[in-house]
């Protein structure tokens, strides 16, 4: 088909019902497939089952992923900050699907090469996609030398294309640039066409995106969180609402879009736009993120299940930092090991096992501080070979 017919093509073939229906599990709603895939785990991770135990993943908020692209859109040129942020989710995306492809486990070697040589690697990105809240995917043509997809919803425009471009150049072993081109972005749809110059495949381009996740620290007590009786998975996760056939994930307790992001995507990123961009962009993102989570506490937003909001009511001002550090390790962003409030002078005190990435975590203590205690911050960080122990003050 010439390229002059493809968008025509496209308005007649887009997506419009749900192309697969999640199974739930009948005791808590949520999708079988997080039970079968994801561990959320004592140690404040949320780590893949199978195939590395140590690759973690981390709730975001899309708002805040939006808030710091438009702040840093503004203040460096969106065209310098897409590049950035392209290269480094394209290098993530090649070394998670890398991850599988060379899976240490045995009997996975042959799903690993099914994934490659079949179609199933179709039906891998489509229901992967809506699983993570990344959008509603449907895949038109993988078949070399060009690449097809429609989307709606996608979490982040660039982003996702940057995904696309990671996941189909391992596949398939060829170098690939996805553009975009919009169908009705009142709708949120828009067509992916891509097209590889390399009509040979390049042998084992995979081996080049090896990655060894950092070791999970281990604790010693169980989180204190109810988990659902049939998959294990934490109660109030259940209040997170998955839609397969728009492709995101919303909280039903503040109406706010949520995405599984691999905690190392997201910590690649952020260093790829300190290192490009300086301290400025480190600063920025440190305000972004501190302002968002004081606006998500003040406004009730975080999401706090309604047992949580009655014990977070009655409770002293130690208390509400442990349920909503509680929060953040069922979220995937580590393990709260202890809270210690000094009173002269004023400190809080908060050691971490397993903290995600520094400049996000150190955001959200300082939103977390400034929306209980209504005074300005200082974070100083103390970083430990089995925890990171940070001072607000």
Known sequence: MHEANLREHALFTRPREKLYSMPRCRECGLPVTLRLLFRWR??????????????????LYQELLNRIFDVLEEQFGEKKVDEIAWEAEK???????AMIFLSNKLW?????????????????????????GYGAVQVIETKVPNARIFIRNPYRLSLFRADADGVYEVARERRMKIAVEDISPEEGVYYFVGRTPDMQRIPNLFHAYRIKPKPVQGVS????????PRCGV?????????????????SSLSGRRIILWPDYALEKM???FEDALGDEAKAILFDITREFWIDLIRSKGVGL???EQVAFLEANTQERYEILLNRLA??????????????????VKIELVNPSTPMIISGVLAGMFEALEDREVTVEMEERPDKAIYYLS
Do not use: H
């Open 42 to 59: 004592d140690e404040g991770v949320i780590t893949l089952r199978w195939f590395s135990p140590d690759f973690r993943f981390v709730v």
């Open 91 to 97: 290098g993530s995306a090649s070394e998670y699907v």
């Open 108 to 132: 996975l070697k042959p799903f690993s090469f099914l994934i490659r040589y079949t179609r199933l690697l179709n039906i891998l990105l489509e229901q992967n996609s809506a699983l993570l």
């Open 221 to 228: 007590k169980p989180l204190e969180v109810s988990r659902c």
């Open 234 to 250: 934490p109660k109030p996760v259940s209040y997170y609402l998955w839609d397969e056939r728009l492709g995101i994930i919303v």
């Open 270 to 272: 952020l260093k790829a």
């Open 305 to 307: 299940s309604p047992d």
């Open 330 to 347: 069922y979220q995937g962003y580590g393990r709260c090991a202890r809270v210690e409030i000094e009173e002269s002078p004023y400190r």
